[in-house]
């Protein structure tokens, strides 16, 4: 038998207040988990037979400040590549993209350069374009081109990073719909004016925090120029290094590093994070 | 005003459109109806070049726009398209959607496009959401957006594929209304559906097409009163049972 239904709706459930035990106890825990686990890691390192030699080597305070402002002038020349060649990559890849991704038989030749592209410059080590072009280069002595190493080896980076930034852009290209092409081309565009009105801009935003994450790998990787004798932080460290046998320099570098990558990655983490959170509004 | 001509198209192996003849009179509003498969939205696809037919000849105004040398994009003006899924770009605001093409294809400047494209969206009662972004609007909404957006470029021909087949039931009668409207107006419209409701109160005539031919061509009423190929009468028996006529 079917319960008579009350007259009215029942009342919402009562909230509760706030519960102290229940907001603190498993904070606490954690808080106590981690002090132990670190606590007994850190003792373990503090009483390793080694670890005074190993801060005296790594961690040594007073080469730490002698060597950071050459590490910190050299760090300013890694900055300075980065933003550069970031802006060159960003610019150059997606004129690649967009090539690759034009459709109609007259642009198979370009597309095929692109492809070729692709697999070449994807296939080879970073560091090796960056040998090759960064001592390659200015040793032809060409008139007319810039001999530094400096712009040669970044040079290589944009080349080398474009290859692997083309096929991000594409991806994001390749992932907006087909109706959204359909519907631009219905209202008579160009094959030029879908991809830059229609396709384009669905595209970056799609790829962005893939786009992020080359940026992070990129603020890293222009320690490579420092083989070719470029003297940013690394190398400067290994100068400091080569001077006094001890490696607090190359600590300072890691340090400035870190300091400059992790906002990077917190940013990049939030970036995607704040797009899924759209894309699933969209779906709802 | 449309004229085609022994339209074939292979998707494939397999023959979407085999041999098709249809004329489509100027202020003419004709309904193409069938089973999913049948080759509808591919016939309506081909005349505006969406899709390229394999064989045989499609004119506009006498013009025959299937050569290989006419120029598709002006061809894509004078004929709008609507699709089933709206397809606007949601990057844009309604705005944007609706004067994209007047600007880029047309050149018009932008207060102009503007001004227009306001004036046709007050038309339809759409004028407060010319500020929002397509995924901000109901399917309703979004598909009147996207058929002013077609009428934009003032088109000879509108071509409307399946354009209520996405939206709730409720929500297809504000589109209905519209495009009642634009029949009023005289605008010459290719109508794919399959809400029969909609061929049989808009169209002067409706298509049946079956495995890629018209079956049968007739007014809505005699259509759906008395068909006379059997492959029809059947089309409409299953309709009919399934409660849908």
């Known amino acids: 038998m079917i319960p008579?239904?009350?007259k009215t709706p029942p009342p919402p459930p009562r909230r509760r207040g706030f519960d102290w035990h229940t907001a603190l106890v498993p904070g606490l825990i954690s808080a106590a988990s981690i002090i132990l686990v670190f606590g007994v890691l850190g003792w373990m390192v503090a009483n390793n037979q080694n670890w005074p030699r190993i801060q005296l080597q790594f961690f040594n305070v007073e080469h730490m400040i002698a060597a950071a402002p050459r590490v910190v002038r050299g760090f300013a020349i890694n900055m300075q590549v980065w933003l550069i060649a970031m802006v060159s990559i960003g610019v150059w890849a997606l004129l690649l993209a967009v090539i690759r991704s034009l459709r109609g038989p007259w642009f198979a030749p370009f597309r095929l350069m692109v492809v070729l592209y692709i697999d070449l410059f994807r296939g080879l080590p970073a560091l090796l374009l960056v040998i090759l072009f960064g001592f390659g280069i200015p040793a032809l002595r060409i008139p007319g081109l810039p001999n530094s190493g400096l712009f040669w080896g970044g040079f290589a980076m944009v080349l080398s990073y474009s290859a692997y930034v083309c096929e991000i852009y594409r991806s994001g290209i390749d992932a907006v719909h087909e109706g959204q092409r359909a519907a631009a081309h219905a209202l008579g565009l160009t094959e030029w004016q879908v991809m830059i009105y229609a396709i384009l801009p669905q595209a970056l935003r799609n790829v962005l925090p893939?786009?992020?994450?080359i940026v992070v790998a990129l603020q890293k990787d222009v320690a490579l120029l420092s083989v070719i004798g470029v003297r940013d932080a690394v190398?400067?460290?290994?100068?400091?290094?080569?001077?006094t046998f001890n490696y607090s320099s190359l600590v300072v570098a890691a340090l400035l590093f870190l300091l400059a990558t992790i906002p990077m990655a917190r940013l990049a983490d939030w970036i995607t994070k704040r797009d899924r959170a759209r894309r699933l509004q969209v779906a709802g | 005003m449309i004229e085609i001509d022994g339209l074939t198209k292979y998707f494939g192996d397999h023959l979407v459109l085999?041999?098709?003849n249809l004329s489509v009179a100027r202020h003419e509003v004709v309904c193409?109806?069938?089973?999913s498969g049948s080759g509808k939205s591919t016939l309506l696809r081909c005349i505006n070049r969406l899709v390229e037919p394999d064989w045989g000849e499609i004119r506009l105004d006498g013009v025959p726009i299937t050569d290989a040398s006419f120029g598709k994009t002006g061809?894509?003006?004078?004929?709008g398209i609507v699709f089933q899924s709206y397809n606007l770009f949601p990057h844009m605001t309604v705005l944007d959607n609706i004067t994209l093409a007047p600007r880029k294809v047309q050149r018009m400047n932008r207060a102009k496009a503007r001004e227009k494209a306001l004036e046709m969206l007050a038309l339809f009662g759409m004028e407060r959401f010319a500020k929002a972004y397509p995924e901000q609007l109901s399917g309703g909404q979004q598909q009147r957006v996207a058929v002013v957006r077609a009428l934009a470029g003032a088109p000879d021909v509108l071509l409307l594929d399946e354009i209520t087949a996405a939206l709730d039931p409720e929500l297809v009668g504000e589109v209905m209304t519209v495009i009642r409207g634009l029949k009023e107006q005289g605008l010459t419209m290719v109508i794919v559906t399959h809400e029969m409701?909609?061929?049989?109160?808009l169209a002067d005539r409706v298509c049946f097409l079956d495995d890629g031919r018209i079956a049968e061509d007739a007014p809505p009423a005699q259509l759906?009163?008395?068909?006379?190929?059997?492959?029809?009468?059947?089309?409409l028996q299953r309709l009919l049972d399934g409660g849908r006529l």
């Not at chain 1, 893939?210 to 994450?213: A, E, F, H, Q, R």
Request: glycine letters at 8%.
């Open chain 1, 4 to 6: 008579e239904p009350p």
């Open chain 1, 210 to 213: 893939s786009l992020m994450n």
């Open chain 2, 75 to 79: 061809l894509q003006r004078r004929v």
């Open chain 1, 235 to 243: 190398r400067e460290a290994q100068i400091y290094t080569a001077g």
């Open chain 2, 18 to 20: 085999d041999r098709i």
């Open chain 2, 224 to 235: 759906f009163g008395t068909p006379e190929h059997p492959r029809t009468q059947q089309f």
């Open chain 2, 197 to 201: 409701g909609f061929a049989r109160d």
């Open chain 2, 32 to 35: 193409l109806i069938g089973a």
